[in-house]
Structures are given as structure tokens and as C-alpha cells.
């Protein structure tokens, strides 16, 4: 989840997807808890999908939240 326009670098992605292998086909998930933001961890831990830190705000510092998706 997240990430960051290429154009112009002022947009900041709050969007995710999840893929469905059996069906071939992605699905958007729902809005998550926190903002968007770019360079953040994320790692699945054989449950859900953890989200941490990253940048925000074109150089104005870094996110210290983070969420855990649980499909």
C-alpha cells in the first residue's frame, strides 16, 4: 500500500491491492487506517501485511504509525 506519483513526486498513494491467483485478478482493498506515503516497510508475517514508517510530504520527515492488514 502507497507509494508515489513518478511525474512530479507531489502525490502520495493510500491504495492497495490483492492478487487472486486461482481467479487470475487483482481486487482493490479497502481504504486503510493510515495516510499515504513512499519508501515505508512492509512485510507479510503469515497472517497479514504490516506497513511502517515511510516518507511523507515531499522532504517534510518521516511517518511513525504503521497498520496491519489482515486479508
Known amino acids: 500500500m502507497g507509494g508515489v506519483?513518478?511525474?512530479d513526486g507531489s502525490n502520495f498513494f493510500a491504495t492497495g491491492a490483492a492478487y487472486?491467483?486461482?481467479?487470475?485478478?487483482?481486487?482493490?482493498l479497502p481504504p486503510p487506517p493510515i495516510s499515504g506515503r513512499y519508501q515505508h516497510?512492509?512485510?507479510?508475517t503469515?497472517?497479514?501485511?504490516l506497513v511502517w514508517g515511510g516518507g511523507c510530504c515531499r522532504g517534510a520527515g518521516y511517518h511513525t504509525d504503521g497498520a496491519l492488514y489482515l486479508p
Open 41 to 44: 516497510a512492509a512485510v507479510w
Open 46 to 49: 503469515g497472517e497479514g501485511l
Open 5 to 7: 506519483s513518478a511525474f
Open 20 to 28: 487472486d491467483p486461482q481467479r487470475k485478478r487483482w481486487r482493490q
